[in-house]
């Protein structure tokens, strides 16, 4: 690949290759090369936050040459540059061994509204952009022939900042796009759009950029061209904020866009997977592909139904997107014109059978568009099948053909490279090619007490410095008040049992149920011969005005001084922060209101790395929990006080189990309960959690069938 002179100009020929491997996403999970970016110059490693394009372009052009003369740095370069080479083949890889008659050009298209990959491209909002951009990675180490679609928010997600009083006010930066691995995919003249499309009655022309996540390429639509009118320039822009119509437009656009651009670059895929309900216009699309050519609407439905993969991710109203009939004819034009049916049978797709007559809806369409549906934990397949009985009305709810797929995390991404080196010394330094294999996973049982403790020791330690230069740094630049400072976590120590708490605001996840009885929190927190502290971090949703409340009354308690200063909020929740939580806490707690919480992820990265979780039994827990990797708030006799019951219960283990534990040292100082709390974390999250085990089962159970174009008795009728 030639390098782009203009945005690495002073990049000596000898190491030119660190140019491709800064441009694909890959190098943030392989050590070699993280290695190789943070030798080249470590203070800007570690001012870039890890970005190897910004370190590239900022570091001093003698350093570069230096680096390309110096034996022991071209030693290590020349080992990434192998790995990076062994990683664009496709052979030997998982997929291509166990699937040796599918074709690798007839890929899974993967459609998501948000990809969390990486702190320097910020268009994700939280779990399912996270989870999204996992699934990418795990896809690529596998060798699963995955595409990925997206949509390019070039103002990204908001930055969070908060007011002396705890109130979130949401500022948006716009992203440096030179600076992050994406370029832009020109049109076969060299035009900067690849399709067009209708929206509102005006043509929209579609750009995209191409996003490298090792094997597996993300493409980002994108509509800020020159070519389109003013008010069409930003519909991309940002990530779920505006009103429900630009919402409407901006699914439309990754739905019939996707699909016109994957078209456009001559990608064929043979699957389609819409993850989450927002892409669910992907398949509007492909029926019309069909129906245009001369197909029966109820043959071409068949058809795309047959090939298509749908996974919902909350079992919460609110995250499922609905539309007036009104507003999608105008967004739409008369596409059912297009399908050969009536308006009204079309807007019969997206009509829930029972509710919100009028509206049309996302994960309606999509579920009777889907053959092949997945729930994403055991729990949330149960769920599901209650919610969405009402469309198979002739089955019992044990019947409706709605699976699941627990969640996975990628562990190369999330867990610690120091506890990645303890799992080299002792399940061999192949453990992570073997990792779908549970065997694997069976010697983390026999890790040494104290080599594990000090590992973690050292990330917890590191995490405090991180939390100290945070505030630092934001002291000199915007704050005005101490309490701000004590509020960042300053006076955290490193002895002392700490407490993450770090997700979305939504308030079924009740951040503040712990601060339901005050007294009883003072006294677990300020204890001198057992303290404890709690951290918290998260955005909420601009939107969500309740969940602002929480997160404000949260922050209070920062500041208040009968909790001296054990409580803290990080502010600006994001991937690089959540890496140094998940690794550097001691206990993860996790309160959704049971049943809502249809997965959850952030737990799953904690156990990677040695780090047990406490929580209500929702989600993952519920099939994770098995005694010895935690803690877990059984449900109450009587659902009809949940809270009282759950923070009862949550003071009870804290004070009788948690606590204890932590603090039971032997004659070496070393918790022996709790280290071996942290070893069946480890375990069981890379037996059962890992995103690679997640991704071969979407292979299994939906990828191949759908690939083969495999249909079945499990219809729901279309209307
Ligand atoms: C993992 C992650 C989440 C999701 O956490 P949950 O436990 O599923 O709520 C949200 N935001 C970020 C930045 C994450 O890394």
Redesign the pocket.
């Known amino acids: 690949m030639a390098v782009d002179r203009n945005r690495f100009p002073f990049l000596p020929e000898r190491i030119e290759g660190l140019a491709e491997v800064a441009t694909n996403v890959s190098w943030s999970w392989k050590r070699d090369a993280r290695r190789v970016f943070e030798l080249l110059d470590e203070s800007l490693w570690h001012l870039t936050r890890h970005n190897p394009i910004a370190i590239l372009r900022r570091i001093d052009p003698g350093r570069l040459s230096d680096c390309a003369r110096d034996p022991r740095f071209l030693e290590r370069y020349d080992r990434m540059m192998a790995e990076y080479a062994s990683e664009q083949s496709w052979q030997d890889t998982w997929f291509a061994t166990e699937y040796a008659d599918l074709q690798r050009e007839r890929p899974v298209a993967y459609f998501c509204a948000e990809f969390?990959l990486h702190g320097s491209i910020p268009i994700?909002s939280?779990?399912l952009g996270?989870?999204a951009g996992d699934h990418c990675k795990a896809a690529s180490d596998l060798g699963v022939p995955l595409v990925g679609v997206g949509l390019f928010y070039q103002k990204g997600y908001f930055d969070q900042k908060l007011r002396l009083d705890g109130w979130q006010e949401d500022s948006d930066e716009q992203f440096d796009v030179v600076n992050a691995p994406l370029e832009r995919v020109y049109g076969a003249s060299r035009e900067p759009f690849l399709t067009r499309l209708q929206t509102n009655g005006r043509e929209v022309h579609v750009g995209a950029w191409r996003m490298l996540v090792g094997r597996v390429p993300v493409y980002l639509l994108d509509t800020n061209l020159e070519q389109n009118h003013e008010d069409d320039r930003d519909l991309t822009s940002k990530l779920y904020i505006g009103g429900p119509e630009v919402r409407l437009k901006q699914e439309w656009i990754l739905g019939v866009g996707g699909v016109r651009v994957l078209r456009a670059m001559g990608v064929d895929p043979s699957a389609w997977h819409a993850n989450e309900g927002h892409a669910a216009f992907m398949m509007v699309e492909r029926v019309r592909e069909m129906t245009v050519k001369g197909v029966a609407f109820d043959e071409a439905v068949r058809e795309v139904r047959a090939r298509s993969i749908f996974t919902t991710h909350t079992p919460v109203p609110a995250g499922h997107d609905t539309f007036t009939f009104d507003d999608l004819a105008q967004c739409s034009g008369a596409v059912w014109e297009d399908l050969g049916v009536s308006r009204e049978t079309f807007f019969e797709i997206g009509t829930h059978p029972t509710e919100e007559p009028g509206r049309f809806h996302m994960t309606v369409t999509a579920l009777r568009m889907s053959k092949h549906v997945n729930a994403v934990s055991r729990r949330h397949g149960d769920v599901s099948r209650e919610i969405w009985a009402p469309l198979w009305p002739d089955r019992a709810p044990a019947a409706v053909p709605i699976g699941h797929i627990t969640n996975g995390?990628h562990a190369a991404t999330w867990m610690a490279q120091e506890i990645s080196e303890l799992l080299d010394a002792n399940l061999g330094t192949d453990w992570q090619r073997r990792m779908l294999d549970p065997a694997t996973w069976e010697p983390v049982r026999d890790l040494d007490d104290a080599t594990l403790w000090q590992v973690h020791g050292r990330l917890k330690v590191s995490l405090m410095n991180f939390i100290r230069e945070e505030a630092r740094r934001r002291w000199v630049r915007h704050w005005k008040e101490a309490t701000h400072v004590v509020g960042a976590g300053t006076l955290l120590s490193p002895d002392v049992l700490t407490i993450g708490f770090?997700?979305?605001f939504a308030t079924y996840?009740r951040a503040d149920l712990i601060f339901r009885d005050i007294d009883r929190l003072r006294a677990l927190l300020v204890n001198s011969a057992r303290p404890v502290q709690i951290i918290f971090a998260?955005k909420a949703h601009p939107a969500d005005t309740p969940g602002k409340e929480v997160l404000r009354s949260v922050y209070g308690f920062t500041r208040d001084a009968r909790l001296e200063g054990r409580v803290a909020f990080l502010e600006d929740?994001?991937?690089h922060?959540?890496h140094r939580l998940?690794q550097g806490v001691d206990v993860w707690l996790?309160l959704p209101r049971v049943p809502m919480?249809a997965?959850?992820?952030?737990?799953m990265?904690a156990a990677l790395n040695g780090v047990p979780q406490l929580s209500t039994l929702d989600g993952w827990w519920h099939e994770a929990y098995e005694g010895l990797n935690g803690w877990a708030i059984p449900p109450g006799a009587s659902r009809a006080t949940p809270d009282e019951w759950d923070a009862e219960r949550l003071y009870r283990l804290l004070e009788e189990q948690v606590v204890p534990t932590f603090y039971a040292r032997d004659d070496r100082g070393i918790p022996t309960g709790w280290v071996q709390k942290m070893k069946h974390a480890l375990r069981v999250a890379g037996q059962q959690f890992n995103a690679r085990r997640m991704v071969a089962d979407y292979v299994k159970q939906s990828y191949v069938p759908a690939m083969h174009g495999n249909g079945g008795p499990d219809d729901p009728p279309v209307a």
């Open positions: 969390g994700y939280g779990g996270v989870l995390v770090a997700r979305r996840k998260g929740y994001e991937l922060l959540a998940v996790n919480e997965s959850g992820t952030s737990g990265k």
